[in-house]
């Protein structure tokens, strides 16, 4: 059964210093007031335009190995490939920030407030990274009293376009979701719209299982290998579970 | 300080308000359109550029100094040739083909303009025949291709072999960036140039265009 939830604005909003990070500007780095205050605009701005949404669906490991190789253009070897065989349970999921930020992204570049327009789109992009997070967590608690092995359990979302599963794959994740209904819809390039949306696979797996060395072909183009902060997240997270 | 170099110190704080002002007091006390573009506002912004690229500034900063720019900027426009800017080149940009990933391309877009070229900006999902063809039609000499995903860095190749199928290699110039793209790979496609960033991509066209 299709899950669909809509996010409050506080758990789609990022905060002030997450979106100074994500301009590039690190922790303990003198803050100009201008920057800040560009910040502050924006994100009223964002909260004033954001209608966060998202939906999911539980799906075997038989049914996702259906959907998973999508048209064939998967990288020769995948970390994904080797995790979600081992995973306790697995969902698809999609979410978005909504196609009106994106639209007050566009305008105010037309506009040509390229420092406000800017700044909207990196808080719009951590926003919808964050309820990706977010569908994770929710689906990590979801195992509350599902038995008594899952404390090491651990969930994390993989997507289409990222770490060889070819972005192509998104048709057949697509099928099987179906998240038109909360107004994400596929173009022709497998890119969503609204542009501001995730989308992928929740894996529920024995922490371990998520770990993987960088050492496919496609690592030696990753530009942040940000798969290394994610694996640290779950290995060295020993409060969590259930 | 002299007019000039508070026009540059308030550019570079992305202090809008001020740059205006004292592009207003250049403009009333005769100072010709001319100079107070080259020696206030784009000599102000050739340092943000400069600390952009060695790190002591961050983006946000370079966009607001952007912003501070054009405000100075529109009020010398009237006052210019035939209204218009004077540039120190064309450039045709735009991102490859199948991706909508724009932000980078727009940066871009903004810095060369800082930089005095006159930016085509062709949007984002752009095929190769309207890269080539808008370079064709609008002069530039140089095109950029900007690209977020992996999947559509293929897209990249088309555009660069299309310049050569038309026999335009060395009369129009091809650089390429983004997220995933690397020197290796601008060098695999055949493309002249690539683009680190925003900062290190305004000087490769600068050299590509030969100003």
Redesign the interface.
């Known amino acids: 059964m299709t899950d669909a939830v809509r996010f409050p604005r506080a758990e789609a909003t990022p905060d002030h210093r997450t979106v100074l990070t994500a301009q590039g500007i690190p922790d303990g780095a003198e803050v100009p007031p201008r920057v800040a205050s560009l910040v502050d605009e924006a994100l009223k701005i964002y909260s004033t335009h954001v209608d966060a949404v998202g939906t999911s669906v539980e799906i075997s490991i038989e049914e996702f190995g259906a959907i998973y190789p999508g048209d064939g253009r998967n990288a020769h070897r995948t970390p994904l490939e080797a995790i979600y065989p081992e995973a306790r349970r697995l969902a698809l999921f999609a979410i978005t920030v909504g196609e009106p930020v994106c639209a007050e992204i566009r305008r105010l570049f037309d506009h040509g407030d390229a420092a406000l327009g800017y700044t909207l789109d990196t808080i719009a992009s951590t926003g919808a990274e964050g309820l990706a997070d977010s569908m994770a967590r929710n689906y990590e608690l979801g195992f509350s009293g599902s038995g008594p092995d899952v404390s090491n359990v651990r969930v994390l979302p993989y997507s289409p376009g990222y770490c060889g599963w070819h972005v192509s794959g998104q048709a057949k994740l697509f099928e099987a979701l179906r998240p038109e209904g909360i107004g994400i819809t596929l173009n022709s390039s497998f890119l969503m719209q609204p542009l501001k949306s995730v989308s992928g696979v929740l894996v529920a797996a024995d922490r371990e299982a998520h770990d993987f060395d960088i050492d496919f072909a496609f690592c030696t183009d990753c530009a942040d290998q940000n798969c290394r902060e994610r694996i640290h997240s779950v290995l060295d997270d020993s409060g969590g579970g259930q | 300080m002299d007019v000039m170099q508070e026009i540059g110190s308030s550019l570079r ?3 809008a308000k001020k740059v205006a002002e004292l592009v207003q007091q250049a403009i009333d006390d005769g100072v010709p359109a001319e100079e107070i573009l080259n020696n206030g506002l784009m000599s102000g912004m050739k340092v943000v550029g400069v600390l952009f690229r060695d790190h002591e500034i ?4 370079v ?2 100094a ?2 501070a720019m ?1 405000a100075g900027v529109d009020l010398l426009k009237p006052l210019l040739a035939g209204g218009d800017v004077p540039t120190i080149g064309k450039v045709v940009i735009g991102t490859a ?5 724009d ?1 980078g391309k ?2 871009v877009g ?1 810095m060369l303009k800082g930089a005095g070229f006159e930016v085509v900006d062709l949007g984002n ?1 752009v095929t190769a025949e309207r890269f080539v063809d808008a370079a064709l039609d609008s002069g530039a000499k140089v095109i950029g291709i900007s690209a977020l ?4 860095m293929s897209s990249m190749k088309d555009v660069v072999d299309l310049v050569r199928e038309r026999g335009l290699d060395g009369e129009i110039r091809t650089i390429v960036g983004g ?2 793209v ?1 020197k290796d ?1 601008a060098d695999e496609i055949g493309a002249d140039a690539y683009g680190y960033d925003a900062a290190s991509a305004v000087e490769q066209v600068k050299a590509l265009a030969g100003v």
């Open positions: 704080n992305g202090d961050f983006l946000p900063e966009l607001l952007a912003r054009t083909k199948g991706d909508l990933h932000i727009n940066l903004i999902d995903l992996t999947t559509t997220a995933p690397s790979f």
